[in-house]
């Protein structure tokens, strides 16, 4: 029996005791861009109209063409889009490069995208990041009124 006790100790430690330059930590940037396509889930808005809070998922208001694209962030601050099954126009790629720059700043804690035809560079806040979801939340204006947008992407869609 001692034996036994022995040998699943030995087991154990034989498991754990790997060496930890074998595990890679990888930054939010890295993670991003390194795990393959971001489908979006849903996106809402609230704001306070009138004094009465608001709040509504805007993502049913894409057009299919739209909704089922899939979104590959690059090292280097690069995006693709997939246009998949359903397309806007039949003439148009199947994917594309959007001339946008991306960078996770602020400790990787806020997404930047400087989009070309605007002035300033769109800051998102990365609420959430991992093998899940990648949420992410801004502030703009809707109907007249300072509004909290938020939208979820998953790996699958």
């Known amino acids: 029996m001692k034996n036994a006790y022995l040998f699943c100790l030995i087991v154990v430690l034989g498991f754990t005791a790997c060496d930890d330059d074998e595990y890679e930590i990888m930054t939010r940037s890295e993670y991003l861009a390194e795990n393959g396509c971001w489908y979006l889930e849903d ?11 608001f709040s509504g998922k805007i993502s049913q208001y894409l057009p299919d063409c739209i909704e089922d694209n899939s979104f590959t962030f690059h090292p280097g601050g690069a ?43 769109i800051i998102f806040e990365v609420v959430q990041l991992d093998g899940k979801y990648l949420r992410l939340k801004w502030y703009d ?14 790996h699958r869609h």
Request: glycine share 4%; charged share 30%; aromatic share 8%.
């Open 43 to 53: 996106a809402h808005v609230t704001a306070n109209v009138d004094g009465k809070e």
């Open 79 to 121: 995006l693709t889009i997939n246009d998949r099954h359903i397309k806007c126009d039949k003439k148009d790629p199947q994917q594309f490069d959007v001339p946008v720059k991306w960078e996770l700043i602020e400790r990787e804690t806020r997404l930047s995208a400087s989009i070309p035809g605007l002035g300033e560079n």
């Open 141 to 154: 204006t809707y109907l007249n009124t300072p509004s909290t947008f938020q939208v979820r992407f998953s």
